[in-house]
């Protein structure tokens, strides 16, 4: 996640469409894997560049230089120092997911050692699947959100939040 965020993604939605930001996360006691953009101006284009992130990923070696501080930042953010709050507030979101130690450390393993034939083979065995049965969740003005579902062939459902 961290490197489809910080090359592909970075590269498409941030730099070339305009948006604030533009990321995407795993969580891997849920196996979410996210997208979100931030005050994105082009809502339909974006969507696709999510689509296609499956396919790049998919298909386009990670050079290893990129995989490598793809691998740093992830121990990093692993590893960083939390303050108390951040301490309680992080052992109670294991208990409640039940990620042990144990699992913690596995995670941890896997990540450095990763290479790109195993992150790619991984990325063929889950994303297709998982880009099928994908949600999608858009805050916006109404107006963008009907200019959107004229174009979209999965329409989406809109719902005011106030």
């Known amino acids: 996640a961290r490197q489809l965020s910080n090359g592909y993604l970075y590269r498409h939605i941030r730099v070339q469409g305009g948006a604030y930001g533009g990321s995407c996360h795993y969580e891997p006691v849920s196996g979410l894997f996210a997208f979100l953009s931030y005050r994105d101006p082009h809502l339909i284009e974006t969507l696709d560049i999510y689509r296609h992130a499956v396919d790049f990923v998919c298909n386009n ?3 290893q230089e990129e995989l490598e501080k793809a691998v740093i930042g992830t121990i990093g953010a692993l590893d ?20 042990t130690d144990p699992m913690r450390r596995r995670f941890r393993e896997e990540v450095l050692a990763i290479t790109t034939k195993r992150l790619q083979d991984a990325a063929r065995r889950y994303f297709p699947a998982a880009a099928e049965a994908a949600v999608v969740a858009v805050c916006a ?21 106030s």
Request: charged share 35%; net charge negative.
């Open 61 to 63: 070696p990670v050079p």
């Open 80 to 99: 960083k120092p939390l303050d108390p709050a951040g301490r309680g507030y992080t052992a109670m979101i294991r208990e409640f997911s039940g990620m």
């Open 141 to 161: 003005p109404e107006e963008r959100l009907h200019a959107a579902n004229e174009v979209l062939e999965k329409k989406l459902e809109i719902e005011k939040l």
